[in-house]
């Protein structure tokens, strides 16, 4: 099993590699383990445990935390870590 750093690409990458990859992490800063992401409708929801997650807007005001004044009212943190293992 081999896992590595992954980065994804933005507008700004000149090139582009495709692999196949299982995700076995994903870790930000200011919410934490992250253990789904939903991504239906105009807001995402982060799951960081089975029935809890943040709601956060991803259209109109992105970034802007609809549920939770524990992690504040902005995800302020955009960087997320992602473990793979490539297939």
């Known amino acids: 099993m081999m896992s590595s750093p992954i980065r994804f690409a933005t507008d700004l990458d000149k090139e ?3 692999v ?3 995700i076995l992490s994903v870790h ?8 789904k992401i939903d991504t239906q ?3 995402y929801k982060f799951y960081y ?4 997650y943040l709601q956060i ?9 609809e549920n939770s004044d ?3 009212q902005y995800l302020t943190d955009v960087e997320f870590q ?5 297939i």
């Open 57 to 65: 807007e991803a259209e109109e005001t992105p970034g802007s935390i």
């Open 49 to 52: 445990s089975d029935n809890d």
């Open 82 to 86: 992602v473990e793979i293992d490539l």
């Open 28 to 35: 930000n800063a200011q919410i934490g383990r992250i253990i």
């Open 16 to 18: 582009f590699t495709e």
């Open 70 to 72: 524990s992690f504040g």
């Open 41 to 43: 409708g105009l807001t």
């Open 20 to 22: 196949e990859a299982q």
